[in-house]
């Protein structure tokens, strides 16, 4: 039985670069189909005759299939071991990558986009649960890796818009997903070579609280992506936001009583894991709403080709690498407060810059926001992943990595959504929907501020 629980681990450790690396690789795959997506909206539009709506599912089928199963994905990867988790993963998103890039209609690309979303739930999770478990004797290596993971997914959500644009401008809208397929396959021969993760076969899975979660959250995002097309007094608007609420109530009581529950009350004993949860939720929200509509702006309002729009996005990417890699230093030196507050300035910054935005704003003005905001998140988003797992024990570093994940994924399904919501109704929308939005990110933001500051002030 013990070595159920603790499989025999090679003793010779394996290079911090080479672990790192291929825990990455599912990251990198998995944030770059977040964002990919949005720059080819207008010409799979054009190609299946479909409007706002319709790409909402297309976007948020796979945010959301990502965001239900992760905290189930979080639990298997302590029960079965996360090397086993990780590369089931890898095989599940390269074989969903070719179904999209082989899609005939809407339909079969939202499905194929929600075993996408399975994919990535299953790898997200247990990648960090490995990096956790290899670098867990040394805090600054766990510290360092964690930030270069973080930065490989941020240059990846910030970058999937200009290979989308090339790959677009290049052949495609299809190839944005057969370019996946390479990645995944790499991963996989990696994964081989990583040690054994620690199992924990006496902790049991939680079945009906991983149906009440996928019930809750699904329907109430169809609802509100919905909501504009059949109207908020329509029986199934304002019925799915009633039953998702109780689905919920119904997921906190199961959660409560169960011997396993997929959603562990004790995690949310320490106020630095509230509060960093809180971070997680309110950045994706901002982020992926807003992307979402500016994708449909550059392209829509302002006219630009899908090449060209991608590579507006290329001060995203920049912004990401160089502030991702500066927070590892500064957590290093300063702890994690430092570069959260810091980043949450930036990046409310750079969010109250894009009400500039209107039909003839020209590059160089929206050129301070597409910089500031990365800068920001990539600042404090590395600081806010290495305090989420310093707060919770070994044995809880998957769930509380797919928590974290978790709730990011669902808060970007419901910025989509509503942002999306806003966008729909032509261009005088999308530029409404850009003021909006960038004021109900600060806003946002700045709150959360007040609470990092309050809550964090011993970190």
């Known amino acids: 039985m013990e070595e159920l629980v603790k499989p025999t681990i090679s003793k010779e450790p394996l290079p911090f670069g080479f672990v790192v690396g291929a825990t990455c690789l599912g990251f990198v795959v998995s944030q770059l189909d ?30 959301i299939a990502f965001a239900v199963l992760m905290l189930s994905a979080g639990g298997l990867s302590d029960l079965v071991g996360s090397k086993r988790i990780f590369q089931v993963g890898l095989v599940i998103f390269g074989i969903a990558s070719i179904g999209c890039g082989l ?3 809407p339909l079969s690309l939202i499905g ?20 956790n478990q290899a670098f867990a004797h040394d805090k600054k290596q766990r510290a360092r890796a964690i930030a270069l993971w973080t ?38 021969l990696l994964s081989i070579r990583l040690n054994e993760s620690e199992r924990h076969p006496d902790k049991g899975f939680d079945i009906a609280g991983q149906i009440t979660w996928m019930l ?32 919920m109530l119904l997921f ?38 807003t992307v979402f509509v500016l994708s449909l702006y550059l392209q829509n309002v302002l006219h630009y080709s899908s090449l060209n729009a991608g590579l507006a996005f290329l001060p995203l990417t920049a912004g990401f690498i160089i502030s991702n890699l500066i927070s590892g230093r500064l957590m290093a030196h300063y702890g994690i407060r430092f570069p959260v507050l810091l980043g949450l300035l930036l990046a409310t910054a750079g969010f109250a810059g894009l009400q500039i935005a209107n039909f003839t704003t020209p590059y160089w003005q929206l050129f301070i926001p597409f910089i500031t905001i990365p800068l920001g998140m990539g600042l404090a988003v590395p600081a806010m992943t290495t305090g989420i797992l310093a707060s919770v024990t070994k044995t809880l570093s998957g769930t509380a990595s797919a928590l974290l994940n978790t709730t990011r994924q669902a ?48 970190v």
């Open 34 to 63: 977040v964002s990919i997506v949005n720059i080819a909206l207008p010409q799979i539009s054009r190609s299946f005759s479909v409007g706002v709506s319709t790409l909402q599912w297309i976007v948020d089928a796979y945010t």
């Open 252 to 289: 906190f009581r199961i959660q409560k009583n169960a011997e396993f529950p997929i959603l562990p009350f004790t995690l949310f004993k320490s106020a630095t894991f509230n509060v960093l949860i809180l971070l997680g939720v309110v950045l994706n929200y901002s982020y992926y709403g």
């Open 411 to 458: 808060a970007g399904a419901i910025g989509v959504a509503i942002f999306g919501a806003l966008a729909n109704g032509g261009t005088e929308a999308i530029v409404h929907a850009i003021t909006v939005s960038s004021i109900i990110s600060v806003f946002c933001l700045l709150g959360t501020g007040a609470f990092i500051f309050k809550y964090l002030c011993t």
């Open 103 to 105: 899609a005939w209609n």
């Open 151 to 188: 930065a490989a997914g941020g240059v990846s959500i910030a970058a999937g818009p200009i290979l989308g644009g090339l790959l677009i401008h290049a052949f495609n809208w299809r190839m944005i997903f057969y370019v996946n397929i390479p990645i995944c396959l790499i991963g996989i």
């Open 216 to 247: 809750a959250l699904t329907v109430v995002i169809a609802a509100i992506i919905e909501w504009h097309s059949l109207g908020y007094k329509n029986p199934l608007i304002w019925g799915g936001l009633v039953f998702g609420a109780f689905m």
């Open 112 to 131: 194929f986009r929600v075993l996408q979303g399975i994919g990535s739930a299953t790898m997200i999770p247990s990648s960090l649960s490995i990096l």
